[in-house]
C-alpha cells in the first residue's frame, strides 16, 4: 500500500519561499513507473495542479504555467522523497497543498498525501 | 485551454436513491492512441482527494460496484446507484488526456444527504 506523509511549515511570510516535503512509503521516487505530483485547493482556485518528477533513465520535470519560473519540485533518493519549493509567495498562495502520485494518464492521482494548509501571511 | 464544467454544483439526496452527476469539457478528450482519459475523485469532509473511476468508466481497487462512470467525447456521468451516508463529499472530474501538459479539473459537486 502507497502512503505518502507531507510535512512543512504551515505560515510563510509574502516574498519567501515555501517548503514542504513529501515522503514515500511502499513505492519509489526511482520508479519507473510512478511520478510524483504536486497539487493545491483553496477556495478560489479549486484543485490546481502544480508539477511533477519523475524518473525514466534520468530525472524530468514537468512544471504549470501558472507556476513556472517560482516552482522547483526534486526527488531525494537516500530519503524516498520528493519536496516542493514555491519563491516569492503571495497571500495568493494560500491554499491546502497535497502531494500525490500518478501512474501516467491511466491512473492520474492515485494515491495522495494528507494534505498541508500553508497560509501566506506577514 | 480545457474547461471542465460539472454540474449541478450542489446535489441533495435522500439516503438508498440515485445521484448523477455530469462533467463536460470544452473540446474532445480523445487522445491520439485512441482513448479518453477522464477520471472521478472522491473527497470527503476533512480528507485528502481519492480516486474513483479512471478511463470514463473503470473503477479504482476498493471502489464499491455502486459508483459507475460513463460517456464519451466531451459529455461524462458518475453515477451512485444507492446513495449511502459515507458517499458525502465532492466529487471531482479530471481530464488526463492533455496531461501534463495541461491537467484540469472540474470545479466539483458537492454532495448531501437530505
Known amino acids: 500500500q502507497v502512503q505518502l506523509q507531507q510535512s512543512g511549515p504551515g505560515l510563510v511570510k509574502p516574498s519567501q519561499t515555501l517548503s514542504l516535503t513529501c515522503v514515500i512509503s511502499?513505492?519509489?521516487?526511482?520508479?519507473?513507473?510512478?511520478?510524483w505530483n504536486w497539487i493545491r485547493q483553496s477556495p478560489s482556485r479549486g484543485l490546481e495542479w502544480l508539477g511533477r518528477?519523475?524518473?525514466?533513465?534520468?530525472?524530468?520535470?514537468d512544471y504549470a504555467i501558472s507556476v513556472k519560473g517560482r516552482i522547483s519540485i526534486n526527488p531525494d533518493t537516500s530519503r524516498n522523497q520528493f519536496s516542493l519549493q514555491l519563491n516569492s509567495v503571495t497571500p495568493e498562495d494560500t491554499a491546502v497543498y497535497y502531494c500525490?502520485?500518478?501512474?501516467?494518464?491511466?491512473?492520474?492521482?492515485?494515491?495522495w498525501g494528507q494534505g498541508t494548509l500553508v497560509t501566506v501571511s506577514s | 485551454d480545457i474547461v471542465m464544467t460539472q454540474t449541478p454544483l450542489f446535489l441533495p439526496v435522500t439516503l438508498g436513491q440515485p445521484a448523477s452527476i455530469s462533467c463536460r469539457s470544452s473540446?474532445?478528450?480523445?487522445?491520439?492512441?485512441?482513448?479518453?482519459?477522464l477520471s472521478w475523485l472522491q473527497q470527503r469532509p476533512g480528507q485528502p482527494p481519492r480516486l474513483l473511476i479512471y478511463?470514463?468508466?473503470s473503477r479504482f481497487s476498493g471502489v464499491p460496484d455502486r459508483f459507475s462512470g460513463s460517456g464519451a467525447g466531451t459529455d461524462f456521468t458518475l453515477k451512485i446507484s444507492r446513495v449511502e451516508a459515507e458517499d458525502v463529499g465532492v466529487y471531482y472530474c479530471?481530464?488526463?488526456?492533455?496531461?501534463?501538459?495541461?491537467?484540469?479539473f472540474g470545479q466539483g459537486t458537492k454532495l448531501e444527504i437530505k
Open positions: 500525490a502520485r500518478d501512474k501516467g494518464r491511466v491512473y492520474p492521482f492515485d494515491y
Open positions: 473540446q474532445s478528450l480523445v487522445h491520439s492512441d485512441g482513448k479518453t482519459y
Open positions: 479530471v481530464q488526463g488526456t492533455q496531461f501534463p501538459q495541461e491537467c484540469t
Open positions: 478511463k470514463i468508466s
Open positions: 518528477t519523475y524518473y525514466r533513465s534520468k530525472w524530468y520535470y
Open positions: 511502499g513505492d519509489s521516487v526511482s520508479s519507473n513507473s510512478g511520478a
